[in-house]
DNA sequence: GTTTTCATGTTGACAGTGTCAACAACGTGT
DNA sequence: ACACGTTGTTGACACTGTCAACATGAAAAC
């Protein structure tokens, strides 16, 4: 039961394999991308033989589900660090957010198109769907909160976290698979993101702008 | 030059080889997904050597490519009758085609991944981008004749398109890729499309209904 | 009509991959 | 001291993308 955690002198029995290969895996992921996520490569980064990986993940879709599972709760992490940060809980949170998603799906493209864009099945990874969920849920509370402190007023509720969702996904999307679109007018991620979240979120400004005012 | 096309008596020489291993990588594409597609089987699925599809494609790339084409293209052509057929150049309209994008998206969502999220280069398939292109000019379009029947009044007319085309491919990439995650709440593409379009092109109706009045 | 040429299809071969069974080394509880 | 289970290694297999060398047949040149 002791966490020894490779102390070097033991080329046999590493101490931490699976996390050394969903780590050595995402960086071959980010430098390289999927076709150069290979799990013989993976194998070889760590210095470990090429079939030593079969003792912690079932085979090579359950590596890069543990890769896309790691990157979901990245991204709810960073999220809800930001939350705690700024305790307020206006439109202007809200849009921070956004950027912030949006700034994490653009650092690492071949990441995020594994988070979604890869053909796991429905219930085949419940870990990671689980972590996508919690994700989720970070988004979400925000839009309430949002709402509740008064700056956001719409009828369907649920239906705006899902517009938004879909909106900043569907936008960061577009930017890594077809940045030289004319409909993103060569404009940068987050100027376009403002141009979104404009029209999304109309500020409704006439009576108050108390957020950042 | 005659353009013999298959008569059946030939074996060798094949008469349109570079479609055929096109509609038989999209067929295995729409069945068993991207891993399926392999250039031995679609080589087996049309009679033919493994090796010939190299005389009509670079390489396998090459012929994901040309599949991706075909879905922009058979996508753009969708549109283009369905805006055709009804003369009408309101929000409504807008709207239909909006809904016949998401069940193109919908329809087969292995081509729909081709087509967005895999990673080909920049300048890498001119032909691709261009076909891609070529739809995106049929939405922004259909935008601007609705803002100028009058029935859309946006100040970012761009940034509009950019914002409808985001939120209905975010979506679609949503509902194909996490079927279960709780923010589509069980509701089935279409009728979240219509609450994704309720926010954002609120129909001001002909006589009153200032959304936010 | 014969011959040349060239685009197109075939076969053999090679390196690389995911995967598994059989084996080896190490930590650990008895 | 010793058996055992966990973890890492090696050999092997089927499959893949790809290319060079060869085969075929239609069209062009004579």
Redesign the interface.
Known sequence: MSGKAQVGGDPYHHGDLANACVRAALSLLHDH???GVTLREVARCINVSRSAPYRHFADKRGLLAACARHGFEQLSQTAARLLADYRTRDVAALRRLLHEYARFGAADP?LY?LM??S?FE??EYPDM?AA??RA?YVL?NAVISGQQAGTL??E?R??????L???????V??HN?????????TKALEA?LD??L???L?T?VPSAVQATA
Do not use: K, M, Y
């Not at 649920?158 to 517009?163: A, I, S």
């Open positions: 991308g999927l076709s071949h198109r979604f864009a053909d429905v219930d769907t996508a969920e989720f979400q007023a719409v369907d649920d239906g705006l976290v899902l517009t969702w879909s909106s900043v996904h569907g936008l999307s577009l698979e077809l940045p030289t679109c004319s409909v993103l007018d376009n141009r979104v404009d029209i999304l109309p409704t």
